[in-house]
Structure formats: structure tokens, C-alpha cells
């Protein structure tokens, strides 16, 4: 069954500093790969993607992730923080027998430090 | 494009009432799923729909739930009677097509039972 996990549920950074959030998946199949980002009191809203393509992914916002095989781990960067980068950020894979279903991880809760 | 549509956004009621969540999808959507948020639990999928039938509903998390979706435009969640620990965010999302597509959220019904 494919999982992910993603390491440290809150994550404090100054302003203009470097975002690392990190996830590693398990997956018996080449996995599909997502970060979502959730603002206080809205849906969850999409960053970016990984589907077999190209392995550094750019996303909104300034985000982007590279995929890692060998280290089965999809890491989420951004070279400077924003105050308006607070968020709650889930890393998923797709699952389920026909590819639809998506499995989050915990989140990672981030707070931007002025 | 309006995004996925759920109503209401904040729902009270008191223990034992009958609760109906709502769901209108992306028009052109042909999966549907339905999710709920708690601090203790993260992020679960309760059931999904594809093409209107429900595919996976092993998520529900007892007989007092059930979700209907009687066409590709209109999807409901029901739980009847409501507890207190129900009590929690949900969120419809959906799909285009039936594989390795990302989900979009709607901005989700925050509950309340007292």
C-alpha cells in the first residue's frame, strides 16, 4: 500500500530564509506525488505535482520538489520565506487499485518569523 | 470557473440532529470525494464517487454516515444522528478523469455538535 510521512508537524523559519519540508513515501508502484497547501480556514490547494516526468518539480508561489528514488523522498523547498508562506503544507501519493485515490500525509504546520 | 461549491460553510446543531453537508463539483468532474479534517486525526477520506457511483466507502466511519450522489453535478454527506465527535471539518473534492489526476477542494463545512 503506497503511504507517505512527512517529518516535523510544525517548522518555524525566519522571513527570507530557506523552507525544507520533507517526505519520504513508500510506494510498491512508480508513484504520482503531490504537495498541498492549506490556508487558515480554506480548502487544501494544489503546489505542485510529480508524475514520472522531470524529477525537480516547480510549483506556485515560488515552490518547488525533486524527486528522489533512491531515497524514496519528495522534499519541498522554497529559497526564501514569505510571511504570506504560513501555512499548512500535506504531501500525498495516489493509491487505490485505479489510481484515484490520494493518501496524505500528516502535514507540516509552517510559521514565518518577521 | 467557480471551484468546487459546499454548503453550508459552518454548521451547529446539537447532539442527535440529523446534519447534511453539500457538494457541487467542477462541472466536467466525473470524481467526487468526500474527506473530514480533525487536530486528532489529519485528513481522512470518508467515500468517493466516480461517475456518480460510489467506488470505496470503506472510510465511512459508522452506519450514521452516509453520502449519496444522484447526479454529476450534486453529491450530499449525512450523518444522522450527529455526536459531538463529529464534530470536525469536511471537504468535497473532485477529480477530472478516473486516474492520476489531482483533486480540487472546495473550502470545506466546519461542524459543530454540541
Same mark, same amino acid.
Given at each position: 500500500?503506497?503511504?507517505?510521512? #512527512?517529518?516535523?508537524?510544525?517548522?518555524?523559519?525566519?522571513?527570507?530564509? *530557506?523552507? *525544507?519540508?520533507?517526505?519520504?513515501?513508500?510506494?510498491?508502484? !512508480? !508513484?504520482?506525488?503531490?504537495?498541498?497547501? #492549506?490556508? !487558515?480556514? #480554506?480548502? *487544501?490547494?494544489?503546489?505542485?505535482?510529480? +508524475?514520472?516526468?522531470?524529477?525537480?518539480?516547480?510549483?506556485?508561489?515560488?515552490?518547488?520538489?525533486?524527486?528522489?528514488?533512491?531515497? +524514496?523522498?519528495?522534499?519541498?523547498?522554497?529559497?526564501?520565506?514569505?510571511?504570506?508562506?504560513?501555512?499548512?503544507?500535506?504531501?500525498?501519493?495516489?493509491?487505490?487499485?485505479?489510481?484515484?485515490?490520494?493518501?496524505?500525509?500528516?502535514? +507540516?504546520?509552517?510559521?514565518?518569523?518577521? | 470557473?467557480?471551484?468546487?461549491?459546499?454548503?453550508?460553510?459552518?454548521?451547529? /446543531?446539537?447532539?442527535?440532529?440529523?446534519? /447534511?453537508?453539500?457538494?457541487?463539483?467542477?462541472?466536467?468532474?466525473?470524481?467526487?470525494?468526500?474527506?473530514?479534517?480533525?487536530?486528532?486525526?489529519?485528513?481522512?477520506?470518508?467515500?468517493?464517487?466516480?461517475?456518480?457511483?460510489?467506488?470505496?466507502?470503506?472510510?465511512?466511519?459508522?452506519?450514521?454516515?452516509?453520502?449519496?450522489?444522484?447526479?454529476?453535478?450534486?453529491?450530499?454527506?449525512?450523518?444522522?444522528?450527529?455526536?459531538?465527535?463529529?464534530?470536525?471539518?469536511?471537504?468535497?473534492?473532485?477529480?477530472?478523469?478516473?486516474?492520476?489526476?489531482?483533486? $480540487? $477542494?472546495?473550502?470545506? /463545512?466546519?461542524?459543530t455538535v454540541l
Amino acid at each position: 500500500a503506497q503511504s507517505v510521512t #512527512q517529518l516535523g508537524s510544525h517548522v518555524s523559519v525566519s522571513e527570507g530564509a *530557506l523552507v *525544507l519540508l520533507r517526505c519520504n513515501y513508500s510506494s510498491s508502484v !512508480p !508513484p504520482y506525488l503531490f504537495w498541498y497547501v #492549506q490556508y !487558515p480556514n #480554506q480548502g *487544501l490547494q494544489l503546489l505542485l505535482k510529480y +508524475t514520472s516526468a522531470a524529477t525537480l518539480v516547480k510549483g506556485i508561489n515560488g515552490f518547488e520538489a525533486e524527486f528522489k528514488k533512491s531515497e +524514496t523522498s519528495f522534499h519541498l523547498t522554497k529559497p526564501s520565506a514569505h510571511m504570506s508562506d504560513a501555512a499548512e503544507y500535506f504531501c500525498a501519493v495516489i493509491s487505490g487499485a485505479a489510481g484515484n485515490k490520494l493518501t496524505f500525509g500528516g502535514g +507540516t504546520r509552517v510559521l514565518v518569523k518577521p | 470557473d467557480a471551484g468546487v461549491i459546499q454548503s453550508p460553510r459552518h454548521e451547529v /446543531t446539537e447532539m442527535g440532529q440529523e446534519v /447534511t453537508l453539500r457538494c457541487k463539483p467542477i462541472s466536467g468532474h466525473n470524481s467526487l470525494f468526500w474527506y473530514r479534517q480533525t487536530m486528532m486525526r489529519g485528513l481522512e477520506l470518508l467515500i468517493y464517487f466516480n461517475n456518480n457511483v460510489p467506488i470505496d466507502d470503506s472510510g465511512m466511519p459508522e452506519d450514521r454516515f452516509s453520502a449519496k450522489m444522484p447526479n454529476a453535478s450534486f453529491s450530499t454527506l449525512k450523518i444522522q444522528p450527529s455526536e459531538p465527535r463529529d464534530s470536525a471539518v469536511y471537504f468535497c473534492a473532485s477529480s477530472p478523469g478516473t486516474s492520476y489526476n489531482e483533486q $480540487f $477542494f472546495g473550502p470545506g /463545512t466546519r461542524l459543530t455538535v454540541l
